[in-house]
Structure formats: structure tokens, C-alpha cells
């Protein structure tokens, strides 16, 4: 009966052996399983948080380029009342009945209101200067035909303007995605 029992205990010793290893087996594969579930997860997570600061940097350069726009578009605005000022300049100088007192009067107004209204880094003072000393040969049939330089550098002016803007939109955006990114 030894020999059974010793037997039966070494079948009981070799199925419990059997079964730890299989238990380990098991137990290591699940750990597998769970490592490989955390890394799928903190990818998805990663893959999540990525999105959600892409979405974030969009906004912020959305709202950003709003409001350099609307800058950008009262700047143009101001522009466009310092045309309608240059023509009125260059109209008393095509005309013979208007006097040239009231010629200078406007010019000196339009080279102050230079210094007190910004227009980003333009030096329009220069440029209206030169307006003024050049500009005054060409006079056309009508007063949108008089000057031919101011036209040229209306244009300049708005390319300036609008130059500003995107270099501002950059700036401010650099700025504030480096704000963003401390912040995580």
C-alpha cells in the first residue's frame, strides 16, 4: 500500500505541479494581456490628449487671426480716410480756382494726423512727403485722376498693412502656443 500511496502522492505531487505550471502559464499570460490593454489604452489616451492639443492650438490661432483681422481692418479704414485727404490735397492743386493756402493747410493736417494715428510700423510721414512734392505734376480730368504716386503707394501702404498682420498673427500664435505648452 506504500507503493500506491506513495504512488497516488506522486501523481498528487506531479498534478499540482502540473497545474502551477499551468497556473503560471496562465498567470503570465494574462499578464500579457493586461500590459498589452494598459499600452493600447495609453496609446489611445496619448492619441487622444494629442488631438484634443491640436484642437486647442487650432482655436487659439482662429480666435488670434480674428482679431489681428479686425485690426488689420480698422488700419485699412484709417488708410482710406488718408486717401480720400490725399486726393483732396492733389484736387486743390489741379485746381486753378482753389487756393494753395487752404493746399497747405490739408497737408500739414494729413503729415500730423501721421504721427497721432498708428498704422503699424509704416513711416507714412516720409511717404506723404514725397507724395506731396512729386505727386502734384499728373492732374487728370477728374479728381480720382489726379496724382499717380499716391496710388502706388496706397497700395504699398495696404500690402504693408496686411504684411503686418500675418507677422503678428505669427508672433502672437509662437507666443502663446509657448504659453500652451508650459502649461502641460
Known amino acids: 500500500m506504500s507503493f500506491v500511496k506513495s504512488r497516488s502522492e506522486k501523481e498528487k505531487e506531479a498534478l499540482i505541479e502540473e497545474h502551477l505550471?499551468?497556473?503560471?502559464?496562465?498567470?503570465?499570460?494574462h499578464e500579457k494581456e493586461i500590459r498589452m490593454m494598459c499600452e493600447k489604452h495609453e496609446k489611445e489616451q496619448l492619441h487622444a490628449s494629442k488631438e484634443e492639443a491640436s484642437k486647442s492650438l487650432l482655436k487659439g490661432l482662429e480666435e488670434i487671426s480674428k482679431e489681428e483681422e479686425i485690426c488689420a481692418h480698422n488700419t485699412l479704414w484709417k488708410l482710406a480716410s488718408f486717401e480720400r485727404g490725399i486726393r483732396n490735397v492733389l484736387d486743390i492743386y489741379c485746381s486753378p480756382f482753389k487756393s494753395k493756402e487752404d493746399r497747405m493747410k490739408h497737408e500739414k493736417e494729413l503729415l500730423r494726423n501721421?504721427?497721432?494715428?498708428?498704422?503699424?510700423?509704416?513711416?507714412?510721414?516720409?511717404?506723404?512727403?514725397?507724395?506731396?512734392?512729386?505727386?502734384?505734376?499728373?492732374?487728370?480730368?477728374?479728381?480720382?485722376?489726379?496724382?499717380?504716386?499716391?496710388?502706388?503707394?496706397m497700395k504699398y501702404w495696404s500690402s504693408q498693412i496686411e504684411l503686418?498682420?500675418?507677422?503678428?498673427i505669427l508672433h502672437r500664435f509662437q507666443t502663446w502656443s509657448n504659453i500652451q505648452g508650459g502649461q502641460k
Not at 21 to 29: A, E, F, H, P, V
Not at 114 to 130: A, K, V
Not at 164 to 168: A, G, P, R, T, V
Open 21 to 29: 505550471t499551468q497556473l503560471t502559464c496562465l498567470k503570465i499570460n
Open 164 to 168: 503686418f498682420k500675418y507677422k503678428n
Open 114 to 153: 501721421t504721427f497721432s494715428q498708428r498704422f503699424g510700423n509704416i513711416n507714412m510721414y516720409n511717404d506723404l512727403e514725397h507724395i506731396f512734392k512729386y505727386d502734384q505734376k499728373h492732374c487728370g480730368k477728374t479728381k480720382e485722376e489726379n496724382g499717380q504716386l499716391y496710388q502706388v503707394y
